[in-house]
């Protein structure tokens, strides 16, 4: 018999559906935010370089979401900032990028909230952020390419 045509027990899809109500395991929020801590420790070391950006930009909209669903700790008016700086740095030439150096405590900020997010909140909720960031990613790439 065929098992790639197989659905899933009722029991399987129960474990999965109990699992989105949970945190995600330690080991994964780890992987999720090492990446982001290594951007945050790049630009802090002077190196604003467009990847480090893109990376904290999507961690501060992520932040963000999830922040507007009320699991969030900082204030929304911290993360705007951060989201129209970090931007600005984005569109910025090579040699401009600096002038985001001066937010190192706000991005630490929230990088120490995302980090706290991946590991206590339910994965649910996390899902729910990365969807709508996809939306919101494709909904930009379908302006520039109109």
Do not use: W
Request: contains cysteine; proline residues 3%; hydrophobic residues 45%.
């Amino acid at each position: 018999m065929n098992c790639a045509g197989k659905r899933p027990s009722q029991a399987q899809q129960s474990r999965h559906n109990k699992a989105l109500y949970l945190p995600m395991s330690r080991a994964t929020a780890d992987g999720l935010v090492l990446p982001v801590r290594v951007a945050l420790e790049s630009i802090r070391r002077g190196h604003m370089d467009r990847d480090a950006v893109v990376t904290l930009s999507e961690v501060v909209l992520l932040t963000g979401f999830l922040t507007a669903e009320g699991h969030g700790a900082l204030q929304p008016g911290l993360l705007d900032d951060s989201e129209r700086r970090l931007l600005a740095a984005l569109n910025a030439p090579e040699g401009a990028r600096e002038a985001a150096l001066d937010m190192i405590e706000a991005l630490t900020l929230i990088v120490n909230e995302y980090d706290r997010l991946m590991r206590e909140c339910r994965l649910l909720a996390i899902v729910q952020a990365n969807e709508h960031f996809e939306r919101l990613s494709r909904s930009a790439v379908a302006a520039r390419l109109a």
